[in-house]
T-cell receptor, first 115, second 114 residues
Framework: AQSVSQHNHHVILSEAASLELGCNYS??????LFWYVQYPGQHLQLLLK??????LVKGIKGFEAEFIKSKFSFNLRKPSVQWSDTAEYFC?????????????FGTGTRLQVTL | GAGVSQSPSNKVTEKGKDVELRCDPI?????LYWYRQRLGQGLEFLIY????????KSGLPSDRFSAERTGESVSTLTIQRTQQEDSAVYLC????????????FGPGTRLTVL
């Protein structure tokens, strides 16, 4: 069965520190990859996505992620975090290219940014 | 335009009762998905509907769970004889091929089974 692993469950960083959250998946075929963010008290929203093309994708609020096919990874990065980035981050994988099918989510990483 | 809406936002029920959760997808979105998020866990897929095709029910955890969708509009998730382990946030999403089937999520329904 397809699975998605997020290795960091809880990350605490000071403002201006750099961030990298790991995400690995197990499916070997064509995939679409996503990072979602859930700010406290808010609903899930898309941070960035990869469908095809340039494996380095840029999302909102200065986030980026790199798809490394050989490593089955899609790690999320941000050079300098802000207090407002405190949230829970979910990696998700969908089989196929642009088709309607389920997302398989990782268990999430809770990011806490301190002042 | 309007996003995905869900109702109620919160539902508290007693063990053994049935509950119905509603999802209104974005207008024109042909696919609709239900997920569950239990405390401290990621989202689990439950079921999805795609146009007139048979729904993918592979994520439903037991026969107490069922869902319906009328055409390409509203969907209802029904949980019969609720158990305490059903307590979770139930999320609905919708998508359209016009946006590569990127899923847009609603705010969720928080279900608490006492």
């Amino acid at each position: 069965a397809q699975s998605v692993s997020q290795h960091n469950h809880h990350v605490i960083l000071s403002e201006a520190a750099s961030l990298e959250l790991g995400c690995n998946y197990s499916y070997g075929g064509t995939v679409n990859l996503f990072w979602y963010v859930q700010y406290p008290g808010q609903h899930l929203q898309l941070l960035l996505k990869y469908f095809s093309g340039d494996p380095l994708v840029k999302g909102i609020k200065g986030f980026e992620a790199e798809f490394i096919k050989s490593k089955f990874s899609f790690n999320l990065r941000k050079p300098s975090v802000q207090w407002s980035d405190t949230a829970e981050y979910f990696c998700a994988v969908k089989r196929g290219a642009g088709t309607a099918s389920k997302l398989t989510f990782g268990t999430g990483t809770r990011l806490q940014v301190t002042l | 335009g309007a996003g995905v809406s869900q109702s109620p936002s919160n539902k508290v029920t007693e063990k053994g009762k049935d509950v119905e959760l509603r999802c209104d997808p974005i207008s024109g979105h042909t696919a609709l998905y239900w997920y569950r998020q239990r405390l401290g866990q990621g989202l689990e897929f439950l079921i999805y509907f795609q146009g007139n095709s048979a729904p993918d029910k592979s994520g439903l955890p037991s026969d107490r769970f069922s869902a319906e969708r009328t055409g390409e509009s509203v969907s209802t998730l029904t949980i019969q004889r609720t158990q305490q382990e059903d307590s979770a946030v139930y999320l609905c999403a919708s998508s359209t091929p016009q946006s590569n089937n990127e899923q847009f999520f609603g705010p969720g329904t928080r279900l608490t089974v006492l």
